[in-house]
């Protein structure tokens, strides 16, 4: 099977929430705000594969942006739960800055595949 760099990250970054909200969960007892990290978080890796599987450069196009849309909610997620106390500003540094490059990486794909449309 062909890597894929965006797909690599994407997983390794939703196994690190998986596992983020896991202590958060049992350490905090925290299920609402935890949970909608988990959900984003996860979500973008899903996104990415459903892209890698599209059927035409729009529909490519279109996952992939709902991947970096679900990033951007990540981060915030993230930095909501890193003010609250939840998690810890060096594990906080670490997944937001996963989550920034998984960003920048998903915007210039995006914008590669717009600029061959026109």
Known sequence: ????????????????IVRL???????????????????????????????LGGYSKKDFA??????YKETRETKYW?????????VENEEFKVLYNQA???GRILYKIIQNVRSQDN
């Not at 099977?1 to 690190?16: P, Y």
């Not at 279109?62 to 991947?67: G, L, P, R, T, V």
């Open 1 to 16: 099977m062909e890597r894929n760099l965006i797909a690599e990250k994407s997983f390794e970054f939703a196994v690190n």
């Open 21 to 51: 909200c896991q202590q958060i969960q049992k350490s905090h007892n925290e299920f609402v705000i935890s949970r909608q990290l988990l959900k984003s978080g996860t979500s973008i890796g899903a996104n990415i594969e459903e892209a």
């Open 62 to 67: 279109a996952k992939m942006s709902i991947s």
């Open 78 to 86: 993230l930095k909501l739960l890193n003010s609250t106390n939840f």
């Open 100 to 102: 920034d490059e998984l």
